[in-house]
Nanobody, 125 residues
Framework: QVQLVESGGGAVQPGGSLRLSCAAS????????IGWFRQAPGKEREGVSC????????YYADSVKGRFTISRDNAKNTVYLQMNSLKPEDTAVYYC??????????????????WGQGTQVTVSS
């Protein structure tokens, strides 16, 4: 069974950058659609970005377009989320999720097969 582990979270000032990683063990991510989601305190989980394995397409929530970039390194069995120009409203726990179909979506509520435990991102001055 695939296990997903997020890393790279932390505290950063507004305007700063972080790169989150989603690493897999127990299987290869090559064929998975991978999504990044986040949940802030008191708010519902929302989709941030995703990348499909079928056609390599990427998708972004409007709130992060132009600031976040998702990519995958199959050799390292890892998917990354590069986050630039961070804002206080980006503060949340970030989760990665994998879908066996190879497709992905940033629509909340659509089930993924596997989820990581999350990594905290805090943007504050």
């Amino acid at each position: 069974q695939v296990q997903l582990v997020e890393s790279g979270g932390g505290a950063v000032q507004p305007g700063g950058s972080l790169r989150l990683s989603c690493a897999a063990s127990g299987g290869t991510l090559d064929y998975y659609g991978i999504g990044w989601f986040r949940q802030a305190p008191g708010k519902e989980r929302e989709g941030v970005s995703c990348i499909s394995s079928n056609d390599g397409r990427t998708y972004y929530a409007d709130s992060v377009k132009g600031r976040f970039t998702i990519s995958r390194d199959n050799a390292k069995n890892t998917v990354y989320l590069q986050m630039n120009s961070l804002k206080p409203e980006d503060t949340a726990v970030y989760y990665c999720a994998g879908d066996l179909s190879g497709f992905c979506t940033v629509v909340s509520g659509v089930p993924y097969d596997y989820w990581g435990q999350g990594t905290q991102v805090t943007v504050s001055s």
